[in-house]
Protein backbone atom coordinates (compact mmCIF):
# COMPACT_ATOMS: atom_id res chain seq x y z
CA UNK A 1 0.00 0.00 0.00
CA UNK A 2 0.91 3.43 -0.92
CA UNK A 3 2.16 5.96 1.69
CA UNK A 4 -0.37 8.28 1.24
CA UNK A 5 -3.06 5.54 0.79
CA UNK A 6 -5.30 5.41 4.14
CA UNK A 7 -8.01 2.09 4.50
CA UNK A 8 -10.94 3.98 4.70
CA UNK A 9 -13.45 2.74 7.13
CA UNK A 10 -17.22 3.37 8.41
CA UNK A 11 -18.25 2.28 12.34
CA UNK A 12 -21.97 1.13 12.63
CA UNK A 13 -23.36 0.11 16.20
CA UNK A 14 -26.10 1.69 17.89
CA UNK A 15 -24.18 2.75 20.97
CA UNK A 16 -22.10 6.27 20.52
CA UNK A 17 -20.15 5.20 22.95
CA UNK A 18 -18.48 2.15 21.33
CA UNK A 19 -18.51 3.97 17.89
CA UNK A 20 -16.11 6.98 20.01
CA UNK A 21 -13.85 3.99 21.97
CA UNK A 22 -12.99 3.04 17.96
CA UNK A 23 -12.66 6.44 16.63
CA UNK A 24 -10.52 7.28 19.03
CA UNK A 25 -8.22 4.37 18.18
CA UNK A 26 -7.98 5.02 14.84
CA UNK A 27 -7.08 8.11 15.06
CA UNK A 28 -4.10 7.17 16.18
CA UNK A 29 -3.25 4.70 13.17
CA UNK A 30 -1.51 6.21 10.30
CA UNK A 31 -2.69 3.90 7.36
CA UNK A 32 -6.24 3.89 8.21
CA UNK A 33 -9.05 6.55 9.01
CA UNK A 34 -12.88 6.70 10.02
CA UNK A 35 -14.81 8.15 7.40
CA UNK A 36 -18.38 7.78 8.54
CA UNK A 37 -21.05 6.51 11.67
CA UNK A 38 -23.96 4.76 11.71
CA UNK A 39 -25.99 3.74 14.54
CA UNK A 40 -28.38 1.34 12.49
CA UNK A 41 -28.24 -0.77 9.55
CA UNK A 42 -30.33 1.42 7.46
CA UNK A 43 -28.17 4.45 7.97
CA UNK A 44 -25.03 2.12 7.60
CA UNK A 45 -25.98 1.30 3.85
CA UNK A 46 -26.54 5.10 3.01
CA UNK A 47 -23.03 5.54 4.17
CA UNK A 48 -21.73 3.34 2.34
CA UNK A 49 -23.41 4.37 -0.51
CA UNK A 50 -22.39 7.70 -0.11
CA UNK A 51 -18.67 7.26 1.37
CA UNK A 52 -17.67 4.17 -0.42
CA UNK A 53 -15.57 3.09 2.16
CA UNK A 54 -13.02 0.49 2.17
CA UNK A 55 -13.91 -1.45 5.41
CA UNK A 56 -17.29 -1.77 7.44
CA UNK A 57 -16.93 -2.77 11.24
CA UNK A 58 -20.49 -4.00 11.25
CA UNK A 59 -22.35 -4.59 15.38
CA UNK A 60 -25.39 -7.36 14.46
CA UNK A 61 -27.90 -6.36 17.09
CA UNK A 62 -29.82 -2.50 15.83
CA UNK A 63 -32.61 -1.14 15.61
CA UNK A 64 -34.54 -0.79 12.38
CA UNK A 65 -31.94 -3.11 10.21
CA UNK A 66 -30.11 -5.79 11.88
CA UNK A 67 -26.19 -5.51 10.92
CA UNK A 68 -27.26 -9.25 9.29
CA UNK A 69 -29.49 -7.77 6.59
CA UNK A 70 -27.36 -4.55 6.42
CA UNK A 71 -24.18 -6.50 5.47
CA UNK A 72 -26.46 -8.41 2.71
CA UNK A 73 -27.79 -5.16 1.14
CA UNK A 74 -24.13 -3.94 1.34
CA UNK A 75 -22.25 -6.45 -0.57
CA UNK A 76 -25.15 -6.23 -2.89
CA UNK A 77 -24.96 -2.50 -3.64
CA UNK A 78 -21.35 -2.16 -3.36
CA UNK A 79 -19.55 -5.49 -3.11
CA UNK A 80 -15.74 -4.15 -3.26
CA UNK A 81 -16.52 -2.84 0.22
CA UNK A 82 -15.89 -5.44 2.99
CA UNK A 83 -17.78 -5.92 5.60
CA UNK A 84 -16.32 -7.56 9.46
CA UNK A 85 -18.85 -8.14 12.16
CA UNK A 86 -17.49 -6.60 15.70
CA UNK A 87 -20.63 -7.88 18.41
CA UNK A 88 -20.63 -9.28 21.82
CA UNK A 89 -21.37 -12.81 21.31
CA UNK A 90 -21.06 -15.77 19.59
CA UNK A 91 -24.56 -17.50 18.38
CA UNK A 92 -23.90 -19.94 15.49
CA UNK A 93 -26.63 -19.00 13.42
CA UNK A 94 -25.59 -15.54 13.73
CA UNK A 95 -22.28 -16.19 12.85
CA UNK A 96 -23.19 -18.62 9.76
CA UNK A 97 -26.10 -15.59 8.89
CA UNK A 98 -23.45 -12.67 8.38
CA UNK A 99 -20.91 -14.97 6.24
CA UNK A 100 -23.54 -15.87 3.88
CA UNK A 101 -24.34 -12.47 3.50
CA UNK A 102 -20.88 -11.50 2.92
CA UNK A 103 -18.91 -10.46 6.25
CA UNK A 104 -14.73 -11.43 5.50
CA UNK A 105 -14.49 -11.36 9.20
CA UNK A 106 -16.39 -11.86 12.79
CA UNK A 107 -14.65 -10.39 16.02
CA UNK A 108 -15.77 -10.27 19.24
CA UNK A 109 -16.19 -6.69 21.35
CA UNK A 110 -13.62 -7.33 23.82
CA UNK A 111 -11.12 -7.98 21.11
CA UNK A 112 -8.15 -5.54 21.93
CA UNK A 113 -7.65 -3.01 19.78
CA UNK A 114 -4.48 -4.34 17.81
CA UNK A 115 -6.83 -7.26 16.40
CA UNK A 116 -9.63 -5.18 15.45
CA UNK A 117 -7.20 -2.67 13.32
CA UNK A 118 -5.37 -5.95 11.91
CA UNK A 119 -9.18 -7.49 11.14
CA UNK A 120 -9.20 -4.42 9.11
CA UNK A 121 -6.50 -4.98 7.04
CA UNK A 122 -7.21 -8.57 6.49
CA UNK A 123 -10.61 -7.75 5.17
CA UNK A 124 -8.96 -5.04 3.01
CA UNK A 125 -6.34 -7.52 1.48
CA UNK A 126 -8.92 -9.59 0.35
CA UNK A 127 -8.13 -12.43 3.42
CA UNK A 128 -10.54 -13.19 6.38
CA UNK A 129 -10.22 -13.05 9.69
CA UNK A 130 -12.04 -14.23 12.56
CA UNK A 131 -12.27 -14.53 16.23
CA UNK A 132 -10.40 -18.23 17.32
CA UNK A 133 -13.60 -19.10 18.71
CA UNK A 134 -16.00 -18.58 15.66
CA UNK A 135 -13.08 -20.03 13.78
CA UNK A 136 -13.05 -23.26 15.90
CA UNK A 137 -16.92 -23.24 15.83
CA UNK A 138 -17.27 -23.48 11.81
CA UNK A 139 -13.85 -26.07 12.30
CA UNK A 140 -16.08 -28.09 14.38
CA UNK A 141 -19.01 -28.00 11.90
CA UNK A 142 -17.02 -28.55 9.26
CA UNK A 143 -15.79 -31.88 11.10
CA UNK A 144 -19.28 -32.90 10.98
CA UNK A 145 -19.85 -32.98 7.43
CA UNK A 146 -16.29 -34.39 6.83
CA UNK A 147 -17.46 -38.06 6.19
CA UNK A 148 -20.17 -36.80 3.51
CA UNK A 149 -19.14 -37.10 -0.13
CA UNK A 150 -18.24 -34.11 -1.93
CA UNK A 151 -21.12 -33.28 -3.91
CA UNK A 152 -19.26 -32.98 -7.56
CA UNK A 153 -15.53 -33.44 -7.27
CA UNK A 154 -13.32 -30.23 -8.02
CA UNK A 155 -11.18 -29.62 -11.06
CA UNK A 156 -7.08 -29.94 -10.40
CA UNK A 157 -7.29 -26.17 -10.78
CA UNK A 158 -10.05 -25.87 -8.15
CA UNK A 159 -8.17 -27.70 -5.67
CA UNK A 160 -5.03 -24.78 -6.51
CA UNK A 161 -6.91 -22.10 -6.05
CA UNK A 162 -8.96 -23.76 -2.53
CA UNK A 163 -5.30 -24.33 -1.36
CA UNK A 164 -4.36 -20.63 -1.51
CA UNK A 165 -8.03 -19.48 0.17
CA UNK A 166 -6.63 -22.22 2.78
CA UNK A 167 -3.48 -19.81 2.83
CA UNK A 168 -5.79 -16.58 3.11
CA UNK A 169 -4.92 -15.55 -0.21
CA UNK A 170 -6.55 -12.47 -1.83
CA UNK A 171 -8.40 -12.79 -5.28
CA UNK A 172 -5.45 -11.21 -6.73
CA UNK A 173 -2.66 -12.83 -4.43
CA UNK A 174 -4.51 -16.29 -6.35
CA UNK A 175 -3.96 -14.68 -9.82
CA UNK A 176 -0.44 -13.51 -9.64
CA UNK A 177 0.19 -16.85 -7.75
CA UNK A 178 -1.58 -18.83 -10.62
CA UNK A 179 -0.79 -16.40 -13.38
CA UNK A 180 -4.55 -15.98 -14.20
CA UNK A 181 -7.08 -12.55 -14.13
CA UNK A 182 -8.22 -11.52 -10.93
CA UNK A 183 -12.21 -11.74 -12.65
CA UNK A 184 -10.83 -15.86 -13.23
CA UNK A 185 -9.64 -16.61 -10.01
CA UNK A 186 -13.09 -14.81 -8.28
CA UNK A 187 -14.95 -17.08 -11.07
CA UNK A 188 -13.03 -20.04 -9.40
CA UNK A 189 -13.94 -19.41 -5.92
CA UNK A 190 -17.46 -19.01 -7.04
CA UNK A 191 -17.60 -22.14 -8.41
CA UNK A 192 -16.04 -23.93 -5.63
CA UNK A 193 -18.32 -22.64 -3.24
CA UNK A 194 -21.20 -24.43 -5.07
CA UNK A 195 -19.42 -27.25 -5.50
CA UNK A 196 -18.81 -27.75 -1.73
CA UNK A 197 -21.89 -26.01 -0.42
CA UNK A 198 -20.27 -23.86 1.73
CA UNK A 199 -21.65 -20.42 1.86
CA UNK A 200 -18.20 -18.27 2.16
CA UNK A 201 -15.09 -17.74 1.46
CA UNK A 202 -14.27 -17.99 5.15
CA UNK A 203 -15.76 -21.18 5.02
CA UNK A 204 -13.54 -22.55 2.36
CA UNK A 205 -10.73 -21.62 4.05
CA UNK A 206 -11.34 -23.71 7.05
CA UNK A 207 -12.81 -26.35 4.55
CA UNK A 208 -9.06 -25.91 3.00
CA UNK A 209 -7.39 -26.18 6.27
CA UNK A 210 -9.18 -29.01 8.06
CA UNK A 211 -8.43 -31.60 4.79
CA UNK A 212 -5.20 -30.61 4.94
CA UNK A 213 -4.73 -28.87 1.47
CA UNK A 214 -2.43 -25.88 3.01
CA UNK A 215 0.27 -28.17 3.21
Known amino acids: M ?5 IRVVLVDDHSVVRSGLRAFFELLDDMEIVGEAANGREAVAAVTALQPDVVLMDLLMPEMDGIEATAEIKRLRPETEVIALTSFIEEGKVTAVLEAG ?3 YLLKDADAEEVA ?3 RAAHAGEVHLDPAVARLLAER ?3 RSTAPEPEPLTERERDVLRLVGRGMSN ?3 ASELVITER ?3 T ?3 NILGKLGLASRTQAALYAVERGLTS
Open 2 to 6: APTER
Open 103 to 105: ASG
Open 118 to 120: GAV
Open 142 to 144: LRH
Open 172 to 174: KDI
Open 184 to 186: TAR
Open 188 to 190: YVS
